[in-house]
DNA sequence: GCCAACGTTGGC
DNA sequence: GCCAACGTTGGC
């Protein structure tokens, strides 16, 4: 079992949204680091929902992989804004996920709250200059952060 | 909206 | 393979 977290725009794509459907596609990242976490990922691992350009910013949910990386559709379709003119049918660079809603944080860990906190200082999403959208978390900073949002659940640290 | 901190591209 | 120019992310 392995921990992430993952960023999205709350005005693009929402833990409200991923509640209301139960389930979602995490698609559109075109980044190759990212992209490599996204291909690591196993079902049934749980990710944290980072809300990113938001007032506050910070982890607001959790959610689990239900099914593994897949080839990512919207790159190769010309319509979509996700289209990657260099990615071919026969090599396709990006991948997507899917992801189960499994619950709201009863409070909303935000950034600052992350980076005030001494256990969380090596957490990848507190480092300076962190614009990576998808981060590996490690078991004693996922129970953390679960600690701080109030959040019944327990993860083997 | 600004801009620091990246990541990517492409000329050489 | 270097690196300047450019594009993007995301906190503020």
Known sequence: MNYWLMKSEPDVYAIWDLEKKGRGVWEGVRNYQARNHMREMKRDDLVFFYHSNATPPGVVGVMKIVREAYIDPFQLDPKSEYYDPKSKPT????????????????????????KADPELATMLVCQKGTRLSV???????????????????????
Not at 135 to 157: C, D, I, N, Q
């Open 91 to 114: 090599d396709p660079r990006w991948s997507a996920v899917d992801v189960g809603y499994v619950e709201t944080l009863p409070k909303m860990v935000s950034l600052d709250t992350m």
């Open 135 to 157: 981060t590996p978390v490690t078991p004693e900073h996922f129970a953390h952060v679960l600690k701080l949002g109030g959040s019944k659940r327990k993860v083997r640290a």
